[in-house]
């Protein structure tokens, strides 16, 4: 399968959006006709195209992202301007629930910390985000168990990308998603803020004064959320970006 003409049609007919930009980028990562017809099969069989290429872009970076490794969105960039903004000068960063990493790698490509720690509770995306973090601290561990003591009352930005979707709605994400990424990574219990609740009540410890957690949701679930975070004794304030169709939820520590 070598003529370009063909791939895209094929990805086209199994019901691929973007045909044309996969087909260019299965080209250009298949050494010979025999890898790019096997490659394509695979797309066409529904594994993700990053979990294929070997990485994922992400806020204008490249990031390495294997088979069961979540794979980051596009509309997360948004959390990490956000971040970015908030952010005081040589920030403590912790990057929860990292996956891959992305949001740690982003923004150290913004803002450089003066520490990036990452932490995951899956032995693949810890192993993928030291890929894409090798001069960070990456952990393994339940959310705030996998992290150094020494970082209480220090963390000045808390990225924590958690699983938002509800659980009765996962069988209704495309299966690239539900087929190829950790069902940790997606379900976020009945409605989708189990986790978000987990991270909210136990920042306070961890966040130093004026730090600030960013949580990305969903439109319908921030101010529930926000309502979650002001209860963990944060003040909460809600993030929209209507080009991206993102929404994060941030919560400030006191002074």
Not at 94 to 119: I, K, M, N, T, Y
Not at 217 to 222: I, N, T, Y
């Amino acid at each position: 399968m070598s003529d370009i003409r063909a791939v895209v049609s094929r990805l086209r007919a199994a019901g691929c959006v973007f045909a044309e930009d996969e087909a260019d980028l299965l080209v250009a990562a298949a050494t010979t006709p025999a890898e790019l017809a096997a490659l394509v099969e695979r797309r066409v069989a529904g594994l993700p195209l990053e979990h294929l290429l070997g990485w994922a872009e992400f806020h204008g970076l490249r990031v390495t992202v294997r088979p069961g490794v979540f794979v980051p969105r596009h509309r997360t960039g948004f959390l990490v301007d956000v971040a970015v903004s908030l952010a005081p000068p040589d920030p403590v960063v912790v990057d929860l629930c990292c996956g891959s990493g992305a949001l740690g790698a982003a923004f150290a490509a913004a803002l450089p910390p003066r520490e990036l720690h990452a932490a995951d509770v899956e032995p693949a995306a810890v192993e993928c985000a030291r890929l894409n973090l090798p001069w960070a601290r990456v952990h393994q561990g339940d959310l705030y168990d996998a992290l150094p003591s020494s970082l209480r009352g220090r963390v000045s930005v808390l990225l924590a990308n958690v699983p938002y979707v509800p659980s009765d709605a996962v069988a209704t994400m495309p299966p690239e998603a539900r087929l190829h990424e950790p069902l940790v990574a997606l379900d976020g219990g009945a409605d989708g803020l189990d986790l978000a609740r987990r991270v909210a009540a136990g920042a306070p410890e961890w966040l130093a004064p004026g730090g600030t957690l960013l949580i990305e949701s969903s439109e319908r679930q921030a101010p529930v959320l926000a309502e979650i975070l002001a209860a963990a004794g944060l003040t909460p304030r809600v993030h929209s970006c209507d080009d991206l169709g993102a929404t994060v939820v941030t919560g400030t520590a006191k002074l």
